[in-house]
């Protein structure tokens, strides 16, 4: 189930990467794909999406090494609550937000495509 | 109904033996598919599947001399962990989540204008995760969320300038059918009759035997081959049958009626419509999540709008039926979409109560939106296992927090991290110190004198917890001091306080729910005293916090809607009340001693939340925490989907 799972999000990664260079130029070609046809860039700055998934977004590969994914969020997930290195109550800002406790829910990764891994 | 016995190969039989069926053998009458039918079947579905990839790939390769007989065992005990593993992941978590909770506010209450949603999905703590994240982009789908392995659609998530999330819901979509066995050729009939009388006419049931061979694997304990028999009887007007009885001697079959057989992958046209920007505002983010066939309350926040549709095949019933009851399967009180006289309806949706009917708001005056799986709205209708939507329910803890806030010097407007610290607070809160201890306080009155010192130093000890948190909102079981991530290493600031609680809800109850415990003592409540926190995160969803509430403030003569039999103690006396509430206290010190210092002390230990493997990642355990798995944190400025 997690083979699949992981080779389906390759596939999906692939597709973005793909659409990288048709973004890039601004415009959008997106008439046909339901009633939002006005303009758009689908990679603009609409707004702030993050999120946050305990522990994280892998599991181990095939060689039975844990992935760097496999666990990363925990802490952000545990500290929010548990951590003496959170704010004082009260004082948790929106800049504390990311990295700390959540991660941008952006459409594309943030650096590129370098943890995409051929399993 | 399913039926096991050993059985041997066929080749190696002797007379006499059950012999092994092929894998899987079908005597049908059906020409229907039952993949839906009954709920035997997916636990048989599942032993077929765990017998048919047996062995499991454990230990790789061995050399003959690896066999021994501990080594076998060693094996099965770890293979048997990994299924009790996915067993347990998979109890309760029905598409697409089990319990969730989700806060919005709508752009007035924020410092941007924009409204912020903080929400997501509590489907307990695997590892890996078994909700997959993903980012589908291209084809004209702009989409990133969540859904589970193998769907092909995010189901919770963020499109171009918008987010929506789910919750489960109550709703009552399933009826309890009394069918009027008849022999279809005419004769007497008995409870192992196959027909029943729908509109006058005998009509056959659907029957349906499967057999196949459960292979010996790791995961049994060394008994040979099983031959799994399933017997399957449906009523082609209602649903599967369950039972037999006879009702003033004659003979019925029981049958579940659920309004979304073989509905339930229909919901899917909602996410291909959400992924091709169908939800632009909220009217058609009701459109197309009235498309849902199971029942969820959903969330939806873009720059300008907040909004909630509850949605759900909802049965219209017929006049006279009290939902919560059996009723005849004769055809006289069907619901509406069987009145068409078809065998087998086609789903459509005009049939079900129409979206006009469904609880959902825009935009509401209060401008928030709380959900953590409480009633729908007020007044509608919750399925017959429901029995906690009531006065106290744990989405108060995030409303209070909400409020709170804005309450502050100065109306301070909300951030996306205030939401998000409304969320981690309520998601350490314990519902009983913030929704019923108070009222116990008030009865137990100011005058503590006929206490001892000690019974009256308790009493102090859950009034400071009670107040002990942000804005005066207290009852937390956590440490905020805490060295994070270290589940070993921790107490709760207010240890004791939640020891206490924790041994003092059960002699409450009895103290003064003697008549429900009556009616428990008989085996006949639905739903338990308490959903305690614990290792799978998700808790106060359901218990007699309501309840207690309730008798508390009619002893106290400040309720609104008193019970008409329940009360304080079964007594109109508030001090008879007052002296169980002494009594409870009483007994949970006689439990725990008089060294406040010595209560519980593995307390945290047990309730850490531990993620159960599904792989071969052992994270460590966590703190526990009453919080979405997959959680959103949404601030939309920009609204570009028209």
Redesign the interface.
Known sequence: MTTLARMTLIAVLGGTLALVGCSNDGSNNEGSGGSGGAGFDPFGDYGVFLSLVPPGSADVNGAMVEDPNSINQLPMYENLAFSDQFPIPGELSDDDLVPLYFKDEAFLPESGFDSVRLI | MLSVEDCVEPDMAMPGDVECPNFYEDVVNDPVTFAAATPASSGARLMSVASSVAPFGVGGVCSPDDHTDERLEADRVRALGKVEGVMLALQGNTFPAAMSNAILADGGQTELG?PIAVFGPQTG?T???I????????????F???SF??LPYVII??G??H?FSATSSGDDMIDIRVLRLCEEGGGEATRDSTGYLYNGVCTPMLERTDEWTAETNLTTTGTPNQKVTRNILRAPDYGPVYATATVNGEPVALAIQRSSFFGEADSVKAFV?TS???V?DPD?FFEVFNNITGTFNWLYVD?ENIAYFNSGLLPIRADGIHPDLPHWGTGEFDWQQTNTGTANPDFSFDNFLPLDNHPREANPSSGYFVNWNNAQAPGFWANDGQTSYGQVYRSDMLQNRLQAFRAQDGNPLH????M??AM??A??TDLRGEGVLPQVFDVLGDDLTDLSDFEQEVVQLMKDWVTH??SDLGSMR????????DAEN?VYEDHAAVAFMDAWWNHMIDAVLPQITAVEDLGAMVGGRHDAPGGGGSAFNGGYYGYVRRVLDMALGQSGAPYLQLKCADSDLPADCRAALVISLQDSIADLGPDMAQWDPTLEADEAID?TA????D??N??W?N?P??????????D???
């Not at chain 2, 951030?415 to 205030?418: F, L, M, P």
């Not at chain 2, 956590?478 to 991530?485: A, E, I, K, M, N």
């Open positions: 924009h703590y590892a890996p995760q909700m997959m994240e993903f980012s589908q982009q291209g084809g004209g789908i702009h990133r969320g969540m392995a193998g998530g963020r171009v300038d987010a419509l091709r920007r169908e632009v058609s720059s951030t996306r991290a205030s998000v610290e981690i607070d998601g350490t948190g942000p956590r440490d905020r001091d805490g060295p994070g991530l921790l993620h599904l792989g071969l990642a994270p460590p966590i703190h925490q919080r798995t997959w959680q959103q944190v949404i601030q939309p400025t920009v570009v989907l028209q």
